[in-house]
């Protein structure tokens, strides 16, 4: 079966760093996204990597193994704003159909 | 850019009737899919389209749902003979086609279905 394993939730103070972690099992491998969605919206878009690597964007930076099938979203100088749920999401085919976890609820404290 | 756009936003209906979604995608983007999200949980994939063509549609998905893209314009889900297990928001989202290559999918913000 394909599956999308992630932490279902993670505390972290103002300021601090936060890395959410992303295990995938799934019969088709095009690339890995990130998705931030807040409580009532639509989830939007973070972060993609097709090949092994970081890439970084603003305070945001996102990782990839594919020989391991695993990335990781690290969350840096961490805001209020940055309460929301985060979803990892693998490409499964060349057509572009993705394949979401079940989500890391960040809750940001003071 | 006006965004996807999805209406009607909420909708409750009584057990056994039939309820139709409509999506209007990003004005360029050839992609369209469907997902559905129940509380707590990620997008669930259902369905998606290039252009007109509807290239797969989930197994899961009971033969009460049935989803069109006329003209490879914008689409419709129609869930006919409701049950209280099809309350969830349903996700409708576009990209371009860029194969093999990076995709960002576009999200609307959802339509929220109450199967009383």
């Known amino acids: 079966g394909q599956s999308l394993e992630q932490p279902s939730e993670v505390t972290a103070v103002e300021g601090a760093i936060v890395q959410i972690n992303c295990t995938y099992q799934?019969?088709?491998?095009?690339?890995l996204s990130w998705y931030q969605q807040h409580d009532g919206g639509a989830p939007t878009f973070l972060s993609y990597?097709?090949?092994?690597g970081l890439e970084e964007t603003g305070r945001f930076s996102s990782f990839l193994s594919r020989s391991d099938s695993y990335g990781y979203l690290l969350l840096q100088e961490l805001q209020m704003k940055d309460s929301a749920s985060y979803f990892c999401?693998?490409?499964?085919?060349?057509?572009?159909?993705?394949?979401f976890g079940a989500g890391t609820q960040v809750v940001v404290t003071p | 850019d006006t965004g996807v756009s999805q209406d009607p936003r909420h909708k409750i209906t009584k057990r056994g009737q039939n309820v139709t979604f409509r999506c209007d995608p990003i004005?360029?983007?050839?992609?369209l899919y469907w997902y559905r999200q129940t509380l707590g949980q990620g997008p669930e994939f259902l369905t998606y389209?290039?252009?007109?063509?509807?290239?797969?549609k989930s197994r899961l998905l009971s033969d009460r749902f049935s989803a069109e893209r006329p003209k490879g314009s914008f689409s419709t889900l129609e869930i006919q003979r409701t049950e209280q297990g099809d309350s969830a928001m349903y996700l409708c989202?576009?990209?371009?086609?860029?194969?093999?290559?990076?995709?960002?999918?576009?999200f609307g913000e959802g339509s929220w279905l109450t199967v009383v």
């Open positions: 989202a576009s990209s371009l086609d860029r194969k093999y290559s990076g995709n960002t999918i576009y």
């Open positions: 799934t019969s088709g491998f095009y690339g």
């Open positions: 990597n097709a090949l092994d």
């Open positions: 999401a693998v490409v499964t085919d060349s057509w572009g159909k993705f394949q």
């Open positions: 004005s360029e983007h050839n992609r």
């Open positions: 389209f290039q252009n007109e063509a509807q290239l797969e």
